[in-house]
């Protein structure tokens, strides 16, 4: 079963994928919408995934799930961190960029896409409530820690920096969708019914702007460039195994371990190519790595899953 799962969605992935590359191949898309596709995702989007995942009744009991499945994932972005840096070190790794790629997909999964999909297949509505809490944990992550890793343009300060992260709608959306979550504040039918237009559009979108970068790659490099394939080995196999027996001594039941350890399991995110894209760098190395990720985890996700039944 969770091998069918994963393997499905990551056919619908690359599908989505096929769709950009064949667009920019017939001169409908070109590199010149990827920044205003990707600000259409990062500014409308996603907040609205995240805003419907938050519109739900307050629960007690779910909230202090809420609570400490958040903490643990919190701890585990932060071993996540510190174990990254110091695999690709600055002499291991000596192009900056190449570095920053590494360091950035293999601390950040695509947990919203594929995740959520698999813990709803796999555990039912339990496990997707404890996926989302863990794209909580990410968004916060990826909009201060990653989005930080990326070069600031010129004349931008740290100051400014934190101002703009403070008016991101991500960051905003997170705020809102506590609020409505923990006030029980019920949306008017018109905005539920808008917001699930705009937040299903999450997945087409990304994977059809990683297809427009692909569309430029030499097919026969895809698989040529061997530090794609560490960080495969460090993002698919490495963090998860050690996640995995981390969460073996929390007092948690296997279904709330197993809807932590699924997103934690997934392939490079594709924020990789997005905010490379908006920082105007160089995409060919982040999308190679998304692409050989991705296409591993229908091998890696399910390998990771069935060790969990065994030693849980």
């Given at each position: 079963m969770g091998f069918f799962v994963t393997a499905q969605q990551v056919v619908i992935m690359f599908a989505l994928m096929a769709i950009g590359v064949v667009a920019?191949?017939?001169?409908?898309?070109?590199?010149?919408?990827?920044?205003?596709?990707?600000?259409?995702?990062?500014?409308?989007?996603?907040?609205?995934?995240?805003?419907?995942?938050?519109?739900?009744?307050?629960?007690?009991d779910r909230f202090r799930d809420f609570g400490l499945v958040l903490g643990i994932d919190v701890i585990s972005y932060l071993l996540l961190i510190a174990i990254v840096y110091l695999l690709f070190n600055r002499r291991l790794v000596a192009?900056?960029?190449?570095?920053?790629?590494?360091?950035?997909?293999?601390?950040?999964?695509?947990?919203?896409?594929?995740?959520?999909?698999?813990?709803?297949?796999?555990?039912?509505?339990?496990?997707?409530?404890?996926?989302?809490?863990?794209?909580?944990?990410?968004?916060?992550?990826?909009?201060?820690?990653?989005?930080?890793?990326?070069?600031?343009?010129?004349?931008?300060?740290?100051r400014h920096q934190l101002t703009q992260f403070l008016g991101n709608p991500n960051f905003l959306g997170l705020l809102v969708g506590l609020v409505l979550f923990i006030g029980s504040i019920p949306l008017p039918n018109l905005v539920v019914e808008g917001l699930g237009y705009v937040a299903a559009m999450n997945a087409p979108l990304s994977m059809i702007i990683i297809g427009v970068s692909l569309a430029a790659l030499s097919w026969r490099d895809l698989f040529a460039d061997g530090w794609t394939w560490v960080g495969t080995a460090v993002r698919n196999l490495l963090l998860p195994l050690i996640c995995l027996g981390l969460l073996t001594f929390v007092p948690l039941d296997e279904t709330t371990r197993l809807a932590i350890l699924i997103p934690l399991a997934c392939p490079v995110a594709a924020f990789l190519v997005?905010?490379?894209?908006?920082?105007?760098?160089?995409?060919?190395?982040?999308?190679?790595?998304?692409?050989?990720?991705?296409?591993?985890?229908?091998?890696?996700?399910?390998?990771?899953?069935?060790?969990?039944?065994v030693i849980w």
């Amino acid at each position: 079963m969770g091998f069918f799962v994963t393997a499905q969605q990551v056919v619908i992935m690359f599908a989505l994928m096929a769709i950009g590359v064949v667009a920019t191949k017939l001169g409908w898309l070109s590199s010149k919408v990827m920044p205003g596709l990707t600000n259409i995702l990062v500014y409308f989007v996603t907040p609205a995934v995240i805003l419907q995942a938050f519109h739900r009744p307050f629960d007690l009991d779910r909230f202090r799930d809420f609570g400490l499945v958040l903490g643990i994932d919190v701890i585990s972005y932060l071993l996540l961190i510190a174990i990254v840096y110091l695999l690709f070190n600055r002499r291991l790794v000596a192009d900056t960029d190449r570095r920053r790629a590494l360091r950035f997909g293999s601390i950040y999964s695509n947990a919203g896409f594929l995740g959520i999909p698999l813990a709803q297949a796999l555990l039912g509505p339990d496990g997707v409530f404890f996926a989302v809490v863990f794209v909580v944990a990410f968004n916060f992550f990826v909009w201060t820690h990653g989005f930080g890793m990326f070069p600031r343009p010129p004349g931008t300060t740290r100051r400014h920096q934190l101002t703009q992260f403070l008016g991101n709608p991500n960051f905003l959306g997170l705020l809102v969708g506590l609020v409505l979550f923990i006030g029980s504040i019920p949306l008017p039918n018109l905005v539920v019914e808008g917001l699930g237009y705009v937040a299903a559009m999450n997945a087409p979108l990304s994977m059809i702007i990683i297809g427009v970068s692909l569309a430029a790659l030499s097919w026969r490099d895809l698989f040529a460039d061997g530090w794609t394939w560490v960080g495969t080995a460090v993002r698919n196999l490495l963090l998860p195994l050690i996640c995995l027996g981390l969460l073996t001594f929390v007092p948690l039941d296997e279904t709330t371990r197993l809807a932590i350890l699924i997103p934690l399991a997934c392939p490079v995110a594709a924020f990789l190519v997005m905010f490379s894209v908006m920082r105007r760098l160089d995409t060919s190395f982040a999308t190679r790595y998304l692409f050989v990720s991705t296409l591993m985890s229908v091998i890696t996700i399910p390998t990771a899953l069935a060790l969990a039944h065994v030693i849980w």
